[in-house]
């Protein structure tokens, strides 16, 4: 979706912020990692859009769209991405937005781009462009509408044009001219560059209205992070300091905490000024980190650290292919960015119900699906590298996962166990004693509120309803035991396999069991996650390949745990266990003989 059309959407609902992060590209494997994990804590809390930035000269021009593609379609936020003519003729910029337009992506913020380091002045490549302008008129003329494309703003002119600390008037209002071609041109939302001074930044919106720019234009805030930062930063983009805040941060330079809680506190000033004057939009340079920028949507009241906003039980998708998709099957709860790399592809994404099952095409195991960042790995390292010597060396592991002395799982991609899952936490260490192995669980819900901070998704307004459902390992032994007792509770349904594909089931192949609904106002009931067999056939694959690859490849290739690894692997079955009951339904007294 466009960046512009969240803004236009947002403009109706009274009283509604809209407020967006940027990122820029790490130099090492482990930044990128961390990045990703700090973006995916970041996003939770709802930014109308991220952006990326393009390195100076398009030095990281393959991670740059490598990291754009993941943003869109991993982390599933709005991706906005960088876009500068620096070393870059044109057949590179038609293959940068060929690739994102293919990923999904749709919002493009066009600059002219700083000089290649080592160069003072920007100069015209042979091939390419000469500004944003020619930039924006290109997009247009060749992707039509496809793109909605952002330009830059500089509220004080372009720092070529800052000379002894302040632009010319004659320069400012060239600045604004040109500004006005490259809306004119085809751009639909102005971002600025960062400022200090409030004052300078509503005076700008109020020259670019005079002279007949009407698109919004989104303020830039960068917090103060640290001093030396800050005056590197504020020199490079010629940017002027009100003398309050130099008197401010001078006696406290050389302390880093005093200086972050001054830049959160001068930033959530320069916040409420530009919102008290009607503008319902704030952009936040994060600089990579989290804290600062989190903190003053904090002090605005416009987010909660402790109440996360969901659309959906799973992260809505952002790619354009698949914005209408609600509906999927719950093995995946835990391992979201794997069920997304093995549907890409799919002509059409269930939207209402999920139909018919075996249409679907999932794609094939690769490692894609088995690799993980650094820290991840080093924490599943750490927390299940440890001896083996019995399998109630193994079941003890999934006792302290249910327990929450453990913050990862091999079986999934979040970290811990999710919020309605600590709800029955004991019970499930309890049946995890007894040799039932939990990889995946809900509790029953009978028309909790919408925005219930444990169960709830989709908003104010409305109730969530939920079967109970459990996901687990077990021997052939436990699995005939469970199946007799089955019998005596006729709200129960299960599907059983193995990792060779013996079947064991009281449900039809093809008998989609949804297990979680809303019903929300003046909308029809949406039912987001279902238990489908097909779909279960497919994900008993990849939870199998999980003992082996996830788990025993943690240890050396000759270590004893390893093999008990892989004879657990091949003397167990996957069970999906769902109690249709939500009502009056008890799914954990079926283990109670155990």
Not at 78 to 91: A, D, G, K, S, W
Not at 344 to 368: F, K, M, V
Not at 404 to 413: N, Q, T, Y
Request: net charge negative; glycine share 8%; charged share 25%.
């Amino acid at each position: 979706m466009k960046v512009i059309e969240k803004i236009r959407d947002a403009s109706t609902e009274e009283g509604k912020v809209v407020f967006s992060f940027e990122f820029f590209p790490p130099k090492t494997e482990d930044g990128v990692d961390n990045l990703f994990d700090r973006m995916d804590r970041m996003v939770a809390h709802g930014p109308a859009f991220c952006d990326i930035t393009w390195g100076a000269g398009g030095s990281t021009a393959d991670l740059t769209l490598e990291i754009a593609n993941k943003m869109q379609n991993t982390v599933c936020v709005e991706t906005m991405m960088h876009l500068t003519c620096t070393n870059m003729p044109v057949e590179k910029i038609d293959h940068a937005l060929d690739t994102i337009k293919s990923n999904g992506i749709q919002n493009v913020l066009a600059l002219r781009g700083d000089p290649p380091h080592g160069q003072d002045k920007f100069v015209q490549i042979q091939g390419g462009f000469a500004c944003a302008l020619d930039l924006v008129q290109h997009i247009r003329a060749k992707y039509g509408d496809y793109f909605g494309i952002t330009v830059a703003g500089y509220p004080e002119a372009h720092p070529d044009v800052i000379l002894n600390e302040v632009a010319s008037l004659e320069a400012y209002q060239s600045d604004l001219a040109y500004l006005k071609q490259k809306v004119d041109a085809g751009a639909d939302l102005i971002v600025t560059q960062l400022f200090y001074d409030t004052d300078i930044y509503l005076k700008f919106v109020n020259d670019c209205r005079q002279i007949g720019i009407k698109c919004p234009i989104v303020p830039g805030i960068m917090p103060i992070n640290n001093y030396k930062g800050f005056v590197r930063m504020a020199g490079f983009c010629k940017t002027k300091i009100p003398s309050e805040v130099s008197a401010a941060l001078e006696p406290i330079k050389d302390n880093d905490e005093a200086v972050k809680a001054y830049g959160i506190h001068l930033g959530t000033e320069m916040c409420k000024k530009i919102l008290s004057h009607g503008i319902k939009t704030l952009h936040l340079y994060t600089l990579n980190m989290e804290k600062s920028a989190l903190a003053i949507l904090m002090n605005l009241g416009l987010i909660e650290e402790s109440k996360i906003s969901r659309s959906l039980p799973w992260r809505r998708p952002t790619n354009v292919f698949r914005v209408k998709e609600d509906v999927r099957p719950i093995f995946w709860a835990n391992r979201p960015k794997s069920y997304i790399s093995r549907t890409i592809g799919w002509e059409q994404y269930p939207h209402g119900r999920w139909s018919d099952s075996c249409n679907p095409s999932y794609g094939a195991l690769t490692d894609y699906q088995f690799m993980r960042p650094r820290a991840r790995g080093k924490k599943l390292h750490e927390e299940w590298a440890v001896p083996l010597k019995s399998i109630e060396d193994v079941q003890e592991r999934f006792i302290k996962l249910c327990l929450g002395k453990l913050k990862s799982s091999p079986w999934s991609e979040l970290d811990g166990l999710q919020p309605e899952s600590k709800i029955i936490n004991e019970l499930l260490g309890n049946i995890n004693s007894k040799g039932f192995l939990t990889i995946n669980s809900q509790p029953a819900v009978n028309g909790e509120k919408s925005d219930s901070p444990t169960v709830g998704w989709g908003g104010k307004g409305g109730y969530v309803y939920q079967k109970a459902y459990l996901e687990f390992f077990c021997t052939r032994e436990k699995l005939n035991g469970l199946v007799e007792k089955c019998k005596g509770y006729p709200s129960l349904t299960y599907m059983a396999v193995n990792k060779e594909g013996t079947w064991m089931s009281n449900v039809g192949p093809r008998d989609v069991n949804a297990v979680t609904w809303g019903v929300f106002p003046a909308k029809e009931i949406i039912q987001p996650t279902v238990v489908d067999p097909s779909s279960f056939m497919v994900w008993k694959d990849e939870a199998f390949e999980i003992w082996s690859r996830g788990w025993a490849s943690l240890y050396p290739e000759d270590d004893p745990s390893r093999k008990l690894l892989e004879q657990a692997q091949n003397s167990h079955f996957l069970v999906s266990l769902v109690d249709n009951d939500y009502i009056n339904g008890d799914l954990f007294s079926v283990f109670m003989e155990f």
